[in-house]
């Protein structure tokens, strides 16, 4: 019975660790939307079974990242702008949740830890622009984090990773520096207050994040998953 335990806590470790990968690879735009995702290829690029893989895939497909076509063929979900608004706009609310949450409460602690993410989003804004959308994301899912609440936190991790994939569908090349000012600007406003005024400021950087990036289609086309993947799999 131990044994069958910790196969399965292995089992959904690895499952965790393919989507985790994946998820990084769809927001850095290594992936893009259409491009194909072959069990058999993403069982040997992370040293798992086809069925692990077949695993991870339906647990990005329930998330949105990923859309099963017929005979197992699985894609990196293709929105379209009208899902993007959408996305944008379920954020919107969901984050201002966060924020209400968190005004007038962050401690001292926890605003170094969103400043040492905005720091390296700074760090990066020269780099390569996914890198920056990345860390952007991960700046707004700590403050979920820091919410202590499992739902809040689950929902607003999962939109603004279709967030990420919708900036990878219709994104175009921007400069990072309003994000990191925003950002900082963001971090004194929760942790000072009041509420209704962080809630307008967090309404007003998604706002611009969604009329800075929301403009046209990508257009690019399917590379080699093995290749694409060769980073996330380490």
Excluded: W
Excluded at 45 to 51: A, L, M, N, P
Excluded at 58 to 72: F, H, P, S, T
């Amino acid at each position: 019975m131990a044994g069958e335990k910790r196969s399965a806590r292995s089992e959904g470790d690895r499952v965790a660790g393919i989507c985790t990968a994946l998820r990084r690879a769809i927001i850095e735009r290594a992936l893009l939307p259409g491009d194909r995702l072959p069990e058999d290829s993403l069982g040997e690029r992370f040293g798992v079974s086809r069925t692990i893989a077949r695993h991870a895939l339906g647990q990005l497909a329930a998330e949105g990242l990923v859309d099963l076509r017929r005979n197992r063929i699985a894609v990196v979900a293709t929105p379209s702008f009208e899902d993007a608004r959408d996305i944008f706009d379920i954020r919107l609310d969901l984050e201002r949740q966060v924020v209400r949450r968190l005004a007038g409460k962050l401690t001292d602690a926890q605003a170094r830890q969103l400043k040492a993410v905005v720091d390296a989003e700074h760090g990066a804004r020269h780099g390569p622009e996914g890198a920056s959308i990345r860390l952007a994301t991960e700046f707004h899912v700590l403050l979920a984090e820091m919410t202590g609440k499992p739902i809040l936190i689950r929902y607003v991790t999962e939109i603004c990773y279709r967030a990420g994939l919708s900036l990878a569908a219709f994104g175009r090349p921007h400069s990072s520096d309003c994000a990191v000012s925003e950002h900082l600007d963001l971090i004194e406003a929760i942790r000072t207050g009041p509420a209704e005024k962080a809630e307008a400021m967090m309404v007003e950087h998604l706002e611009a994040v969604a009329s800075r990036a929301l403009l046209q289609s990508s257009g690019a086309k399917p590379r080699d998953l093995m290749d694409i993947l060769a980073p996330y799999a380490e």
